[in-house]
Structure formats: structure tokens, C-alpha cells
């Protein structure tokens, strides 16, 4: 009986170990997955090659998801007078001439999600300003899951 | 009782074990300069920008990005640094900026520093090499007319 017991009480002492072992290497960062930027439909905005004059607005729709949890969103404009590329790029539209930007547009905002969040319809009213430059730009997407994988996506639009 | 101690050892020493073992840090950031002047010429122009763009991939999180422009020889520099916003507190990311390059900055050989900072505060740095250049004085109105011979 004794001999029965004493065999139990080892049998935890290296068992226990070994299952905090197991848990405490699974338990953190899982997360592999990059959060996804999706089409609302017709209501999906800006798209590619899309024209926007001054003084109106771009209304912002896209859907984010994430299987663990989103974190967070910005919104980026820069010009592209000069014709430049970056990898993630969708595809050009029609070139304007190289030009040197005089006043162009910049916006760089930061948005949060609301915590828990697996999927959020992102909606801004982005007001396109009166004295910029009109032309050629791109509009950069930048979604953050909750464990900081970055998804990007540029759009390239025209202000009229 | 001896064979209880050892194995009450051997407890121990498997936790303090798999617990050093899961604490393992991150690996340092990652950068791979995509481009370094408009297409990747290496040429920035006096008064206007220098395109710089970069892929960056960091388990430990992003911390701050820091960028450094010096001439190589003389003492003039330009200096960016990022630690807030888009790129900060994020695994991978593609930086993108343009620039800007001052009037004033002298021509000739630059160096640029590209520095990484995770919050472990593992740095990484890549480096390239920058040219600035007269300005073509392109004006939007000339543009069509100014590569005439």
C-alpha cells in the first residue's frame, strides 16, 4: 500500500513539471496570421484609379478581420507626382507628366478598434482639402492585429 | 527518501528548465532596403525628397525606426526618427517615406544608416549608399518641353 502511494506522489512530481512545461510554451504567441483588408461591395472606398475633386470627400469602407483580434488602423496619403512604386502596389492608372509636388496632400492618422474585435467595418469621412495639389496619390491602409502583424494595402487614387 | 530528493530535484530543475526555455528572446528585427532613391538609383535631389522604402520584420515588436543621412566627407547630416504612429509597436511592416533633402545640403557621397530598435532593444541596421544631386528644376509647366536638345 505504501509502495502504491509512493509510486503516485513521484509519478506527480515528474508529471507536473512537465505539463507546466508543455502549457507555459504554448500558451503565448500562437498568432501567425496577418489580418485581412476586404471589399464592403459597392460601398467599398477608395479603389483603385478612383478620381476625388477638392473640396468633396472620400468616404472610407473597408472590412477588417483577424482570427485572434484586431488592434488597430492608419490611413496615409502621400503624392505620387513622381511616379513611384512599393511592392504591395495594385496596379497603375493613367500618368500625369512628372511633376514636383508644390503643396501636396499628406495625411497620416492612426485609428483604434474597439478591443475583442475579430471583424470591424472601418468608415471614415475623409475630407479631400481645397488647396492641394490635385494629381496622382497614394492611399496607404495599414491594419495591426492585437499581436502587431501588419497588413498593407496601397491604393492609388487622383484628385482632381 | 533518497530517491524522493532526486526526483523532487529533478522537478525543479524541469520547470526552471522549461521556463528559461519559453523566455527565449525574440530574434532581432530584420530590414531589407526594397529602395534607396527614386527606383532604387541611390540619387536624392538637393530641395526635394529621397524615396526610402523597407521592409521591416521584428518578433519583438517595433520599437522605433531611426534614420541617419550623412556626408562622407564633411559633417552635414540629416536625421529622421519615427516612435509613434503606423510603424511602431508592429511585427512586420513596409516602411515607406519620402524624405526630405534640404536645399542646403551639400552635393556628393552620402552615407544612410537605417537603424531598428525592437522592444527588447535588439537593434538591427542596414546601409546604403546616397547620392544628391543638382536639382533639374523641373517645373510642372516646363515638364514637357525640358528634355528638348
Redesign the interface.
Known sequence: MTMKKNITMKTKYILIPLLCALSACSSTDKDTAVPEIIPVGDATAPLNCQEYPRGGAIFFDYLFQDDTELGAYNLEIHNNFDHHTHSTEAGECKQDPVKEPVNPWVLNKDYPIPAGSTSFEAKQTIPVPEDIDPGEYHFMIRLTDRSGWQQLKSVSIRVL | MK??NI??L???V??V???A??RKTPSAPKITL??VG??NTGKAEQG?DL?L?A?ILAEG?IKSIYVEIHQESGSYEIEKSYTT??YI??????F?E?IDIPAEAPLGEYHLHFTVTDNEGQTATAEAHVEVIENDG???DE??HHHED
Request: proline share 0%; hydrophobic share 30%.
Open positions: 530517491t524522493n526526483i523532487r529533478f522537478a525543479i524541469t520547470l528548465a522549461a521556463f526555455a519559453c526594397t529602395e527614386h527606383e526635394d524615396h522604402e521592409d515588436l504612429g503606423k509597436g508592429v511585427k512586420n511592416t513596409e515607406h519620402h523641373v517645373d510642372d515638364e514637357e
